[in-house]
């Protein structure tokens, strides 16, 4: 069967995208159960510097993704997916795509209204906006909402690529390989 490939930067950009978001899913997991303090006593200081800036790599990601995908869509289906198939991995996809944009933007402006430095790598980028203790706690628990739902999306996206390639063996996860 032949399968229509992503072009090559869109599958560099997706993987990037997925190691990153699957790091900082973790990480953020573990902020959750264990505080900032406790997980930089597990791994070292750094890992909130590290956390930032890979959420500022996936925000770059995803604002590519949107671009791409708005101006060249996505490679034809051989042979065409299933109305009941199409639907739902365009929401997922959609979703997912919004996701990497929002989840970073708010990490971000939290960031900056709890006073901290939005570090990126060893540089530091603009706060964009000033300390407010009240916006910071309500960025930051918008941070976590999108988080749980980028989990479940995550969760879904590999369920369908699971099924794809250990069920139905068709050569959908070809259309996204590196190889
Ligand atoms: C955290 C993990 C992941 C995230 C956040 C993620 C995200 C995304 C996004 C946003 C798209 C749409 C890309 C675009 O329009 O350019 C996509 C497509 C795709 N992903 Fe993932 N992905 C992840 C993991 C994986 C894994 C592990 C696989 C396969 C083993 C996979 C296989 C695919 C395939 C095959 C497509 C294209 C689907 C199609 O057009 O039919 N993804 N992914």
Do not use: C
Not at 139 to 150: E, K
Not at 155 to 160: A, E, F, R, S
Request: proline share 4%; glycine share 12%; net charge positive.
């Amino acid at each position: 069967m032949q399968t229509n490939r992503y072009g090559f930067l869109r599958r560099i950009l997706h993987w990037v995208g997925a190691l990153s978001v699957l790091g900082l899913l973790a990480v953020g997991m573990l902020f959750f159960f264990f505080g900032v303090e406790g997980t930089q006593k597990l791994f070292g200081p750094d890992v909130l510097k590290y956390h930032k800036s890979f959420g500022v790599v996936v925000l770059i990601v995803g604002v590519l993704v949107l671009f791409m995908r708005r101006s060249s869509g996505i490679p034809p289906y051989d042979p065409p997916l299933t109305f009941l198939l199409r639907w739902p991995s365009k929401l997922v996809h959609w979703l997912m795509i919004l996701a990497l944009i929002a989840m970073p933007i708010l990490g971000w402006l939290g960031t900056a209204a709890a006073g901290h430095e939005v570090q990126f790598f060893n540089w530091t980028l603009p706060g964009i906006i000033g300390k407010n203790d009240v916006w910071a706690k309500t960025l930051f628990q918008y941070h976590l909402l999108v988080g749980w739902v980028l989990m479940g999306l995550v969760g879904v996206h590999l369920l369908g690529a699971f099924v794809h390639g250990k069920v139905a063996h068709d050569n959908i996860n070809s259309r996204m390989s590196l190889l």
